[in-house]
C-alpha cells in the first residue's frame, strides 16, 4: 500500500512559487544553507536540512521521532509492504525510533532533494498541550508510528520563518521556540492529533513501546530478554509482541538484529574492519550466521556489499554517479 501519492490541486493552497513564505522561498533558504548533499545541523536545536542531488539507492535506516517538510524532490520509506512517500505536497511523521528501507525517488542537480528535519521533543509537546489547553486525544493510534499527512500553507509559512533564522543567529534563542512551538501546535490540531499526543504522555502505549525500544537499543548487543522488555513496558509478554509489530512492523528480535547489522555494516565500512569482528562486536557469536542475515538484510556477504558502497561513493565524490 502506498501512502502520500494523491496530488492535490489548486483548491489545497499551497502555491510552489507563491510570494516570500511559498514554496519557492523554501527551496531557496534551504538550497543556501545547505550547500553539498547529506545531513546539515543547524544552529537551531533539533533543526537539521538535507539535500540530495541524485535519486539514492535504498538505504536501511532508523528514523528517530521527527517531522520532515520537503521543499523540492521525492523521497521514499518503505516498512514491511508499506509505503510512505513524502514531497512538497506531503509531511512525515515518526513517532518512535523505527526501522525502514528509505530512498530519494525524485531528485536532480538542477532540482535536488532538499528537506526539513524537525525532531520531536516530548516535553515540549506535552508543555504545548498544557499552555494551549489541548485534550489528550480520544482513541490511542494504530497502526505504524509514521504517516504522511497534506502539507498546509501555514506549515510552509512557519517553516519558512524558522529558516529565515538561520541568517539572523540572534534572534534564534527567542523566536525559534516560538515557532516550533507553533509548528507542533498546527500538527496537533491536524491530521496527527492522535500521533501526536501520545508522544508527550509516558503512559501511552507509544511511549510504552518506545520504553521497550530504548532497552533494545542499549543493549543490542546482549540476548534480548522479552520478559524484562514486557516488564519495562508494561504489558504481559504477548501484548508486547502484538503492539511492537504493530508500532514498529518488527517483532523486538528483528528490531534487535537490525540494530547489530546495521552497526555492524557502519564498523566495516568507516573502520576496515573484517566481517568476522565486526560481527562478533555486535553480539554474533557465529560468523557464518552474521554473514547469513547480513546478506538476508543488505541483498549481498558483507565483503561484497562494503565494495559496493565505497564504489559508489567514489563515483559520487568524482560527480559520476547516475
Do not use: W
Not at 520509506?77 to 525524485?106: C, F, T, W
Not at 530478554?225 to 504481559?236: D, I, K, P, R, Y
Amino acid at each position: 500500500m502506498t501512502h502520500g501519492d494523491a496530488r492535490p490541486g489548486p483548491e489545497d493552497g499551497i502555491e510552489v512559487g507563491a510570494g516570500p513564505t511559498g514554496l519557492a522561498a523554501l527551496v531557496r533558504m534551504i538550497g543556501r544553507h545547505a550547500g553539498e548533499d547529506g545531513a546539515h545541523p543547524t544552529a537551531i536545536p533539533r533543526l537539521f536540512l538535507h539535500r540530495e542531488s541524485q535519486p539514492t539507492p535504498p538505504a536501511h535506516l532508523i528514523y528517530e521521532p521527527c517531522v520532515c517538510f520537503v521543499a523540492s524532490g521525492r523521497k521514499q520509506l518503505l516498512v514491511g509492504d508499506e509505503v510512505y512517500a513524502y514531497d512538497p505536497e506531503h509531511y512525515l511523521v515518526v513517532s518512535v525510533d523505527i526501522p525502514v528501507l528509505a530512498r530519494v525517488a525524485d531528485a536532480s542537480s538542477r532540482d535536488p532533494l532538499l528537506c526539513v528535519r524537525l525532531e520531536l521533543d516530548p516535553a515540549v509537546i506535552g508543555a504545548l498541550m498544557l499552555d494551549g489547553r489541548i485534550p489528550r486525544a480520544d482513541r490511542e493510534q494504530t497502526g505504524l508510528a509514521l504517516s504522511v499527512s497534506r502539507m498546509t500553507p501555514d506549515l510552509v509559512d512557519a517553516c519558512c520563518r524558522l529558516m529565515r533564522l538561520l541568517d539572523s543567529p540572534r534572534d534564534i534563542p527567542v523566536l525559534a521556540p516560538m515557532i516550533e512551538r507553533e509548528i507542533l501546535y498546527r500538527l496537533l490540531l491536524g491530521e496527527q492529533t492522535a500521533r501526536m499526543t501520545q508522544i508527550a504522555f509516558a503512559d501511552s502505549r507509544l511511549q510504552q513501546i518506545n520504553r521497550a525500544i530504548a532497552l533494545i537499543k542499549a543493549g543490542f548487543r546482549e540476548p534480548i530478554c522479552v520478559t524484562e522488555l514486557a516488564s519495562v513496558a508494561g504489558m504481559s509478554r504477548s501484548a508486547l509482541h502484538h503492539h511492537f509489530r504493530s508500532v514498529t512492523g518488527q517483532t523486538p528480535l528483528q528490531y534487535q538484529k537490525q540494530l547489530r547489522l546495521q552497526e555492524a555494516r557502519r564498523l566495516m565500512l568507516g573502520q576496515t574492519m573484517d566481517a568476522a569482528m565486526a560481527g562478533h562486536l555486535v553480539g554474533y557469536e557465529s560468523p557464518s550466521q552474521f554473514s547469513r542475515e547480513y546478506r538476508r538484510l543488505f541483498g549481498a556477504p558483507p565483503l561484497q556489499d562494503i565494495a559496493a558502497l565505497r564504489a559508489f561513493d567514489a563515483r559520487t565524490d568524482d560527480g559520476r554517479a547516475a
